[in-house]
């Protein structure tokens, strides 16, 4: 059996206890893993100062593959620092209705949202001009958007969806246009996905109108943080939220990726049993999917959903179960959903 090695960034609060889980159901998965563990807690980056997070790096550029679990940002964020060492410049962000969560919004959501990582006004901290005025310059760089178009095309075609890319253009015409050319040139390499181009107010309304038109969405930085947020609400849950951040060689191709729930470290609940570990196992999908063992990771999918969907999940979305009890479900789930 081929061994599937993963750097294991550990973290803060929740951090210790969402890694139980994801231990728990990847040994039950039929694939090897290997983690190596690097614990970027607080502490352990306070006492260390930089060397932990250049062990982090290291481990992720020899593996090529990772898992981050949340962390404290008391001055620094570790989040920031790998995405310069590691040049991540794409975040994939799927975002999906889950029957028997609660929503004020009753139509499916089945987004892909494909955000570039890099640039906006995100990288510019901005300046005072004079006591009454402040500037903030707006980057937009060929080279990610190019690695991101590819990357929502390839993902688009993989999973036979539609590709929309999405900006303000028609008023932004030199930093979105640029961003829309390249996509446009990028297309002509994937002839066979559709792809649409919506102005980014008009595609919040519509996701809302008609959120079936919608699969694969690919923006620049600032748009993709809101859309993403929004998607959530429309969902029903921020906390079961995963995402994938992607690094790119020379040929545009994946180099490294990194693996990360989207909720914090929650210290009011840690060490009490308490937490979902939906996202951390959702991420554990996600880095299945992108290794090619797509039906393992969709079948772990299906069995937390399925329990979801019946009620048989943590008190957080309604149900009766703690950590350890949902994970022992989930396990006992697999082999009704593993090809």
Do not use: W
Not at 15 to 26: C, G, I, R, Y
Not at 41 to 65: G, N, Q, T
Request: proline letters at 4%; hydrophobic letters at 40%; aromatic letters at 6%.
């Amino acid at each position: 059996m081929t061994s599937v090695h993963v750097a294991e960034l550990l973290g803060d609060g929740i951090a210790t206890e969402l890694k139980e889980s994801m231990h728990a159901v990847a040994d039950a998965l039929p694939l090897e893993f290997v983690f190596h563990p690097v614990d970027l807690s607080l502490e352990m980056r306070e006492h260390s100062k930089r060397d932990v997070i250049e062990e982090a790096h290291a481990a992720m550029r020899k593996h090529k593959l990772a898992i981050k679990f949340p962390t404290v940002t008391r001055t620094v964020s570790p989040n920031a620092i790998l995405r310069r060492l590691c040049n991540f410049s794409v975040i994939l962000r799927p975002v999906i209705s889950i029957p028997g969560i609660a929503s004020n919004f009753k139509e499916k959501v089945f987004l892909h949202i494909v955000r570039i990582a890099t640039g906006g006004t995100y990288d510019d901290p901005g300046r005072l001009i004079g006591k009454d005025a402040a500037i903030s310059i707006r980057i937009v760089e060929g080279g990610p958007c190019r690695q991101a178009a590819k990357f929502a095309f390839n993902l688009a075609r993989k999973k036979g969806l539609r590709m929309t890319s999405s900006s303000k253009h028609t008023i932004q015409k030199v930093t979105d246009g640029l961003f829309e050319s390249i996509v446009k040139d990028v297309h002509q390499g994937f002839p066979d996905v559709e792809h649409d181009v919506e102005l980014f107010d008009a595609l919040l309304a519509k996701i809302i109108l008609h959120p079936h038109h919608y699969q694969v969405v690919m923006v620049l930085n600032e748009y993709g943080d809101f859309l993403s947020d929004m998607a959530s609400g429309l969902v029903g849950s921020i906390g079961t939220g995963a995402s994938g951040t992607f690094s790119f060689d020379d040929n545009d191709d994946v180099d490294i990726a990194m693996f990360d729930p989207s909720g914090g470290t929650a210290p009011d609940i840690a060490g009490q049993n308490k937490c979902n570990p939906t996202s951390i196992l959702f991420c554990l999908g996600m880095l299945l999917d992108h290794i090619d063992h797509y039906e393992i990771g969709h079948g772990l999918r299906m069995a937390i959903l399925s329990l979801i969907e019946e009620g048989t999940c943590t008190t957080d979305l309604g149900g009766k179960l703690g950590t350890r009890e949902f994970t022992r479900e989930v396990i006992a789930r697999l082999p009704d959903n593993l090809p």
